[in-house]
């Protein structure tokens, strides 16, 4: 049994797993940070609008290693937590098979139809199509390095490792950024030398994750696949499973909602906020994914008391990292569009612009305890409420709220329904947050 979950103090523990997981998940907004960051300075609106048209095919590669590895985390540690460790292997070998295969599976087929997939999914048209294309194979190309590291860093963690996961996470990270500059700017690579990095910057994590296994004294090992298992892993990571693929139905269906009511500025302000909204929700995936273990350990168990603490600390983590954020983009709104464009594209925008992404953000802290509420329910043994919530926390309140406010009260309105929908469903979400008996785990 995993004596450490179960008995070292809660707010040691908390805080042993904190820094070290915030910083793993943050490896998706690292790479479409850094990316966003090089192209709109180096290659302008018109390139960052081509990115964010091909950021809702990465989240779907993110979602499926999120499923596979948020899902058999939690599975691995409730076996783990009553002894079961070969059940626990066995669940870890038959996450890593399932993602090999669709890994496999989704490369042969973006990059086969990679075009009409930009044409009539993404919404490339005009001179996007070229630039969307030039960036989206690298992207294609880089799914089983994306799998991977979704997949691996919660199965670290879960195994006492998150010093490992956030060494891996930063390493790629970091060699994103260099690679970044010197494909855009000494190579002249444009668009492709950015999708080119992002997906060197993922290999180079998935495989300084992979060094864990040379340890003997960890439990994770391989064993015999049993797809048996796959329902159980899917229950528990069909939350996490749902919010990555819902961000990237929202990115995809706000672009055209954006480009619709407003033109290429609602593209380029919409691309400035998602990647912002991109830098909190990784941040609050890593408050969440480094209570899991303790929460998933102590529900199991019927330490109700730890996990009522652990929870208290996660929401609290989380609402002040989204206030906090909040505030400095109500009070630097310009800066924030800075960080992504040239001066000469700020000017370009209409003076209303960064009002725009400052009314967005305010969304940030409801966001923040949203996320991380909605993600412990699975820990908690509620996978399906988890599911529920992470349903209607996607597009479906968003879009038709953004879609009402902009035919009411004019399109500079849509900004709105990002605040708006978060908090209309925290007094629901919240009191869902309570730990009850454990039950056994599906075969």
Known sequence: MNRFLLEAPVGRLFLHYLVPTVCATLVTAIY????????????????????NLVIPMEFCFFAVGS?????GGICFTRRLSVGDTAGARRVFATSVLAGLCFAAAATALTLCFLRPLAIHVLGAEGPLLEATLAYGVFIAAGCPAFVAVTLLAPFLRHDRAPRRAMVGVLTGGLANILLDWVFMYPMDLGLAGAGLATALGATLTAV?????????????????????????????????FLQELSGCATVLLFN??????????????????????????????GVAQAAHPLTAANAATGHVLRVRRVLTLALRTAG???????????????RFMRAFLSESAVTALPESAPTALAIGLLCLPFMGLGQVATLQLPALGRPMAGTFFAFLRSGIVLLPLGLLLGWIFGPWKIWWAFPLAEALLLPFLLPRLRCRQPKEDRP
């Open 320 to 334: 002040v990292l989204g206030l906090g954020a909040a505030l400095a983009a109500a009070a630097f709104p310009e």
């Open 67 to 71: 499923l596979l590895g948020n899902g």
């Open 208 to 240: 300084t994750m992979l060094a864990h296994f040379r340890n003997p004294a960890r439990a994770l090992r391989w064993a015999r696949p049993d797809l048996r298992l796959l329902p159980a892993v899917a229950h528990f990571g069909g939350g996490d």
């Open 32 to 51: 479409l940070f850094a990316d966003t960051v090089m192209v709109g300075h180096r290659l302008g609106a018109e390139a960052l609008a081509a990115l």
């Open 256 to 285: 055209r909602l954006a480009l619709g009511m407003l033109g290429e500025a609602g593209l380029v302000i919409y691309g400035v906020l998602a990647n912002d909204l991109l830098v909190m929700v990784a941040l609050c995936n």
